[in-house]
């Protein structure tokens, strides 16, 4: 097991050299600034439902009013919290690296928030609302609605995220595969790389030699180039490896 700081140094080493860079971001990265992650024992998401039960097509069409009042609580939530430095990191490695792809699980916007342009949100977002009819997008919508509808056309609206089950919007997915296949650098932060097919992309990037970085807290902090990994907290080591750039 290596140190923390060599670690870093080699991976700063390399993303100085890197003409474009590749980040995936799973709820970890959003964990420091207090919103729940999926697998989090104590506050875990998915420790109070079962993902298929409210996330998904069938959970919607089985409580509809439910699943909005999941989806609005996690809305405020979103709103109320503040981007973490983890997010703010990223945000300035995209200001010294020639290209920086920005994939994100996450629905909270944080990383918008942060100052990231161009963010890749393959599952979606809390912030937007899809017309059930005809597909239109809405920015905003009747909140205090338990059942909110299209002001066009009358229509139920769903949130604008990604259910088990449902393709990812084909854009964002083809600009990730894209990315992950070009890189030099990928970097996986706070993502326990279940759910697919955002899971696949390290591994697509490892497959055609990029360097690799997974940081989340389940890892052993070491490096195996071109694969590194990183026990640690985004909140905390981010800003240390940009720094390092
Ligand atoms: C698809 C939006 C093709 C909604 C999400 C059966 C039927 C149908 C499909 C499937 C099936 N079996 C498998 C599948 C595929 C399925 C899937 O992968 N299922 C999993 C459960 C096995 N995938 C899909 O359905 C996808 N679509 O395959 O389409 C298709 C089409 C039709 C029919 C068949 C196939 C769609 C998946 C998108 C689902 N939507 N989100 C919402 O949020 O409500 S997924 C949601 O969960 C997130 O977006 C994210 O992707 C995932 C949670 O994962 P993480 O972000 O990693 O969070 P987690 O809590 O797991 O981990 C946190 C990590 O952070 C940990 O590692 C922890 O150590 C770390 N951490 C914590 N704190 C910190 C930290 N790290 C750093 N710093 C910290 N401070």
């Given at each position: 097991m290596e140190t923390l700081e060599a670690v870093l140094q080699a991976l700063a080493g390399r993303l100085r050299a890197a003409r474009h860079v590749a980040v995936l971001t799973g709820a970890g990265i959003s964990a420091e600034s207090g919103i729940p992650t999926f697998r989090d024992a104590q506050t875990g998401l998915w420790s109070h439902f079962d993902p298929e039960a409210l996330a998904s097509p069938a959970g919607f069409a089985r409580n509809p009013a439910l699943v909005w009042r999941?989806?609005?609580?996690?809305?405020?939530?979103?709103?109320?919290?503040?981007?973490?430095?983890?997010?703010?990191?990223?945000?300035?490695?995209?200001?010294?690296?020639?290209?920086?792809?920005?994939?994100?699980?996450?629905?909270?916007?944080?990383?918008?928030?942060?100052?990231?342009?161009?963010?890749?949100?393959?599952?979606?977002?809390?912030?937007?609302?899809?017309?059930?009819?005809?597909?239109?997008?809405?920015?905003?919508?009747?909140?205090?609605?338990?059942?909110?509808?299209?002001?066009?056309?009358?229509?139920?609206?769903?949130?604008?995220?990604?259910?088990?089950?449902?393709?990812?919007?084909?854009?964002?997915?083809?600009?990730?595969?894209?990315?992950?296949?070009?890189?030099?650098v990928f970097m996986s932060i706070g993502t326990?790389?279940?759910?697919?097919?955002a899971a696949s992309l390290p591994r697509v990037a490892l497959s055609r030699n990029a360097t690799v970085l997974i940081l989340n807290l389940e890892q052993v902090t070491t490096a195996r180039p071109p694969l590194f990994t990183i026990n640690g907290k985004a909140g905390e080591v981010l800003p240390r490896l940009v720094a390092a750039v």
């Open positions: 999941w989806y609005a609580e996690r809305r405020v939530k979103a709103r109320a919290a503040q981007p973490n430095p983890g997010h703010y990191a990223l945000a300035e490695l995209a200001r010294h690296v020639p290209r920086l792809t920005l994939i994100t699980q996450n629905i909270d916007g944080l990383h918008q928030r942060a100052g990231s342009p161009d963010v890749i949100e393959l599952h979606g977002s809390l912030h937007r609302a899809r017309c059930m009819a005809d597909g239109s997008i809405h920015d905003t919508w009747d909140y205090d609605a338990e059942l909110p509808h299209c002001p066009d056309c009358g229509a139920l609206l769903r949130p604008d995220v990604v259910w088990f089950g449902e393709m990812l919007p084909p854009a964002a997915l083809e600009t990730a595969w894209s990315a992950a296949i070009e890189c030099d326990s790389g279940v759910v697919e097919p």
